[in-house]
């Protein structure tokens, strides 16, 4: 590290706890926190959505941007996360002050303004570069997904002295997309529209810039990054991230381990830790109550909170609830997603109410009482990037059954004989996305189940593994290093 505390700012279009769509939310607040343990100067920059202008209690004026070209007004916010973390928020009451999510309005369509609102992010975080009479400059900026992608393009074409940037890629299916005409809405040169700049078939993609024009490009995890550099998970981008792959890292997700432990849960009915793990059943009778399960501690539990969509494998869950039921399992569903994944899981519970319970929506007790009542956690993913429930999942004693792909390989290990053998198993994989495979998985570990055990050497064998984000943020400090040192002067 540097004599200097470096100074990093990172762009996020979410942060928990004050706006949370994912596992983004999640990591924008811990990456940060940990990353200041090291003695990096980490600001964050987000914007002042009317969730999180209600929910901070202390707020400052640190900056007015005065309406330009099809940009209006707005102002910066200073203020602290939970961690301490100190934060700008940016408030532009025209682009975020709206009933609905950051992306998306109660219908759950896009707001059609999301190149205007996000390209203003990107300027906002891009002018800390070269804004007179700023006491704190950021030697590198660390954007998040597409909503701050433009970062590095803005830089690239104002030209001259700029701090490092670097992209992180969280989900690459996600792009930013839009028609042609918006370049000139967000004050980019038309001739940045070619297969070396933002075009990407025919459109603009705000990922792509970031992609294209950062000094390193970030997923989260390793197995991801080899992943994305050929299809399908490449998703029309393989060819320009296999180019670069001497910049591109993967560096896996950790999870808040004070917020996600069982042995000091409030949302929990009963804590525990991996030498009272017998406690743990009392959580698993509080969720067959709360769900409307029957309640029977000798029936094996299943538990999923999703995104209720295609690449989480919802479609996967629908199919076989009828089958889960049937063979005298339970599975316990919360999330909202796809309408034709939530009525297929809705009609799955009004079939088999005591063996099929589905919740729409998100609610964070209910998330953590599933994540401590379940015996198994499931994760069918397509494809996932990193994910985080596997991890809460194994600290808590619930054991992953996922599909082998991306981060989730990189986190668990499957429960092959060998494994088993070695005390190394934390839970079960399988390959293709099948009904067929899923349900194997599920075999496997019910069979596991039923042998006390082998059970409960699995379960310590995951509440062993340390997912907090320690290493992995030591990894990014030790990369932002690498980068300021050729880009920009140390203070």
Not at 260 to 289: C, G, V
Request: glycine share 8%; net charge neutral.
């Amino acid at each position: 590290m540097q004599s200097q505390p470096l100074r990093v700012l990172h762009v996020t279009p979410e942060c928990a706890p004050w706006v949370k769509t994912g596992g983004l939310g999640d990591v924008s607040a811990a990456l940060p926190a940990a990353l200041r343990s090291l003695g990096v100067d980490v600001r964050v920059l987000l914007p002042a959505y009317r969730p999180v202008l209600a929910a901070i209690k202390a707020h400052r004026l640190a900056a007015r941007f005065p309406a330009d070209a099809n940009f209006p007004a707005a102002e910066l916010v200073a203020a602290k996360l939970p961690s301490g973390v100190p934060a700008w928020l940016l408030d532009c009451p025209a682009l975020y002050d709206r009933e609905g999510g950051p992306y998306q309005d109660a219908s759950g369509a896009d707001w059609t303004d999301n190149a205007l609102r996000f390209g203003l992010l990107s300027r906002v975080a891009a002018s800390f570069a070269s804004r007179t009479g700023r006491a704190w400059r950021p030697q590198l900026i660390h954007c998040n997904d597409w909503q701050s992608g433009l970062v590095p393009g803005y830089l690239h074409f104002a030209g001259g002295q700029r701090p490092a940037t670097l992209q992180c890629v969280h989900n690459l299916a996600f792009q930013g997309l839009f028609s042609e005409p918006t370049l000139e809405t967000l004050g980019l040169p038309a001739s940045s529209f070619t297969a070396d700049g933002l075009e990407f078939f025919g459109r603009v993609s705000f990922l792509k810039a970031g992609l294209q024009y950062a000094d390193a490009i970030v997923t989260v995890s390793p197995r991801y990054a080899i992943e994305i550099q050929s299809e399908p998970l490449g998703f029309g981008f393989q060819g320009l991230l296999a180019k670069r792959a001497a910049e591109l890292h993967g560096i896996v997700n950790g999870i808040d381990d004070t917020v996600w432990d069982p042995a000091r849960d409030a949302f929990i009915a009963r804590r525990y830790d991996a030498s009272s793990l017998d406690a743990k059943l009392e959580n698993k009778l509080a969720l067959q109550a709360r769900m409307g399960l029957q309640r029977d501690p000798e029936t094996m539990l299943l538990g999923l909170v999703a995104r209720l969509t295609e690449q989480k494998g919802a479609d996967l869950v629908a199919q076989l609830a009828p089958r889960i039921a049937a063979s005298g399992l339970q599975v316990a569903v919360l999330g909202t997603g796809e309408r034709s994944f939530e009525r297929a899981l809705r009609e799955a519970a009004q079939a088999a109410p005591a063996s099929v319970a589905t919740v729409i929506g998100f609610d964070e007790t209910l998330a953590h009482l599933v994540m401590a009542g379940a015996d198994a956690f499931l994760m069918p993913s397509r494809f996932e990037p990193c994910g985080l429930n596997q991890m809460y999942g194994q600290r808590y004693g619930t054991p992953p059954i996922a599909r082998a792909t991306g981060g989730l390989c990189d986190t668990i290990t499957d429960s092959s004989p060998a494994a088993i053998a070695d005390g190394s198993a934390t839970g079960f994989l399988f390959g293709e996305p099948t009904a067929e495979a899923f349900w194997g998985a599920v075999e496997r570990a019910r069979a596991t189940w039923h042998d006390a055990p082998a059970w409960r050497a699995l379960q310590h064998a995951g509440m062993a593994k340390d997912f907090g984000w320690s290493a992995s943020a030591s990894k990014y400090a030790r990369l932002y290093d690498r980068l300021v040192a050729p880009v920009t002067p140390s203070s």
